[in-house]
């Protein structure tokens, strides 16, 4: 897979794309992550990218023309489009088992007030992460590419993931280590039977539970 991230910040990437899991992911060539600075692509003799809402209000918008020109010249075929903003179809587990199928990404991150309406012409997918408003969109394109990234065949095994939570719209159940016991706190007891069968039928009633208390949401669906 190749991830083209734009954004005008891209010293903002140092460092989180070269630990943990995504690192894995690159070394071992399961993707391929670009920076790209759509001020590169500006026509403006002062490299503007944004300027002053129509209409009036607070903040500065985003420009068309560098980020049209910029997204033209990387798009192929095989190329998703995604802009950020608060906007956007909430981002869920399921989103990122779909896009971790497609072989190219293109991640517009938005910044300053917003971006020009016109932008979501070339966009496929408009995604939000939450409901909270950040600064930019370059935390939330590392959530999506850190979501993504562990989804590919051979980053993590396959168990991990399907354990995880908001597989069949389940959180994960507790999980303990050694020690047995932790200032007076014990691991259940069966989960140190090594009936095989409890276990399993231990795990999703605690999975049940949790879901139920936590995300009634859920668990209704
Ligand atoms: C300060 S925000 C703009 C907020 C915009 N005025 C609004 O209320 O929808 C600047 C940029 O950060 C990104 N952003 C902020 N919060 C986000 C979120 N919850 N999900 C996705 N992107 C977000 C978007 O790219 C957005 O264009």
Redesign the pocket.
Known sequence: MRIDILTLFPNMFQGVFQESIVRRAIDLGKVEIHLVNFRDYTMDPHHKVDDTPYGGGAGMVLMCQPIFDCVRSLKTEDSKVIL?????KPYRQEMAYELSHAKHLIII???????DERIKSICDMQ????D??????EI?SMVLVDSITRLLPGVITDESHINDSFHNQLLDYPTYTKPRVFEGMEVPEVLTSGDHKKIEEYRYQESVRLTKENRPDLFDK
């Open positions: 950020l903003t608060p906007g956007g991150c938005g910044h300053y007030e917003g971006f995604i939000s992460i939450g909270y408003v950040l600064t930019g969109g939330p």
